[in-house]
């Protein structure tokens, strides 16, 4: 006997099958990593992710990798662990401080300091970013993020040209003004120094230390600064607040001002976020506020972020997830290397901004005196600066006394 075939086709849309087809393609052409920002922070973290074999499109919103110029480029050996490039300046192995109205102290450290071309720099990581298959974007400036359940969405106007991209994660490596930050975290830094730099032809005399100048006549709550770079010398300062100007008026009658080759000056957040994840983002560098508060430092930490998220979202990309909570282990990682100096700088930082030249006069003079010169030559390192802090407190408690007096 016969049997009737009947075959039963389930009764599918149009509109299914192109919502289907949409939602593939959006999978299928989705890159795994947007980064905005193509300074150190992100750019180390780009070629970390490339080098993993991730699809990374780094996005930059100057024509130029490192211009402009906002920094005066003091570094530390360590920075060059993670890059390698040539783009040193100077080297340096001490520090003139000057104390309101005191003669300056000499500190000597037998390692050096380094002084960087930071434009230079930048361009040796972006080198590396793309060298392991980052697809870098210039003249690329990110207009809004968004994240949702399936993907981050990026727009951003290229060479004039509106575009949207959809990524699995975004990350903010924007500097200290993200836009990442603005629309997908809910939050600032509290602490942010205002700075006014200048590229003066000027040959400092000693060659082989920085200068850094305290007190309420050149800042309020943080220092200036200058920096030998052989014929050309870096000199600045930041201040909590405004009114850069005019500390820096009072600071460059210490030099002669005449040959000015350049002036530049951002803001450098000094506190981090309480949380630097979120759904499908995170904040390294600036845009997180990772910077050393005592220095106004963003260099190595930013670098050092990068190379925890890295980590985290490797993890993530394995996980297939990439959850707020799951990302959350991203601050776990940066904090447990650089979390506590952060924490213990910030205070630090807090208690200095507080004190009066009269108060700094006291400490000057505890701290010229010949055997705590030899503790903060012995332990002084700019990346770690509350190791010193504690050290010369631990030994000389009576300078306590001074900063509350
Ligand atoms: C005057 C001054 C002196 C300093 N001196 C030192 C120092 O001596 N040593 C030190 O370690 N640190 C110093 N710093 C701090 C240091 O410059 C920063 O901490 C460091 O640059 C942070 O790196 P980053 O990659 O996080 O951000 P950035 O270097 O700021 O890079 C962010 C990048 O994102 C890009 N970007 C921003 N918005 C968008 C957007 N919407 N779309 C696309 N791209 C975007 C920017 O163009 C930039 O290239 C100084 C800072 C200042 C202002």
């Not at 947007?34 to 780094?58: E, M, Q, R, T, W």
């Not at 997908?184 to 000693?206: G, L």
């Not at 943080?222 to 920096?227: D, T």
């Amino acid at each position: 006997m016969k049997t009737q075939e009947r075959v039963i086709f389930p009764s599918i849309s149009i509109s299914t099958v192109l919502k289907t087809f949409k939602e593939v393609y959006t999978v299928w052409s989705m890159k795994d990593a947007i980064v905005v920002g193509a300074g150190p922070a992100g750019s180390y973290l780009s070629h970390l992710l490339s080098k993993k074999g991730f699809d990374v499109l780094n996005l930059e919103e100057h024509p130029e990798v490192g211009r402009p110029v906002d920094c005066t480029g003091v570094v530390t050996r360590r920075v060059f662990d993670y890059v390698k490039s040539g783009s040193i300046a100077n080297r340096v192995k001490g520090a003139n401080v000057f104390f309101p109205g005191e003669e300056p102290f000499h500190i000597e450290k037998s390692e050096e300091t380094i002084i960087i071309y930071r434009d230079a720099f930048d361009k040796d990581v972006s080198s590396m970013a793309v060298d392991s298959g980052s697809d870098l974007h210039m003249n690329a400036r990110v207009t809004s993020v968004s994240t949702g359940r399936e993907y981050a969405e990026v727009t951003f106007r290229e060479n004039g040209n509106l575009k949207t991209e959809k990524a699995k994660v975004v990350i903010g490596a924007d500097g200290a003004n993200s836009i990442v930050r603005k629309e997908v975290f809910n939050e600032k830094p509290r602490r942010v120094i205002s700075t006014y730099q200048v590229d003066s032809a000027f040959r400092m005399d000693d060659q082989d230390s920085v200068s850094v100048y305290l007190g309420s006549e050149v800042s309020k709550g943080f220092f200036a600064w200058a920096v030998p770079t052989g014929n050309i010398s870096r000199i600045g300062v930041g201040t909590l607040g405004s009114g850069t100007r005019s500390y820096y008026e009072a600071l460059s009658r210490h030099f002669p001002m005449d040959a000015v080759l350049g002036i530049n000056g951002a803001p450098i957040p000094i506190s981090y976020l309480k949380k630097t994840y979120a759904n499908r983002s995170l904040l390294v560098g600036d845009a997180g506020g990772i910077v050393k508060p005592l220095t106004g430092g963003g260099i190595y930490t930013g670098i050092v972020s990068a190379k925890h998220a890295a980590r985290a979202l490797t993890e993530a990309f394995e996980a297939s997830d990439f959850s707020s909570e799951f990302l959350s282990r991203y601050q776990k990682y940066w904090k447990d290397e650089i979390g506590r100096e952060l924490w213990m700088d910030g205070i630090v930082q807090r208690m200095f901004a507080r004190l009066s030249d009269k108060s700094l006069r006291a400490i000057y003079r505890v701290l010229s005196s010949p055997h705590v010169l030899d503790t903060i030559n012995n332990v002084g390192d700019i990346d770690y600066p509350s190791r010193l802090v504690i050290s010369v407190i631990a030994r000389h408690p009576s300078i306590l006394f001074n900063m509350f007096s």
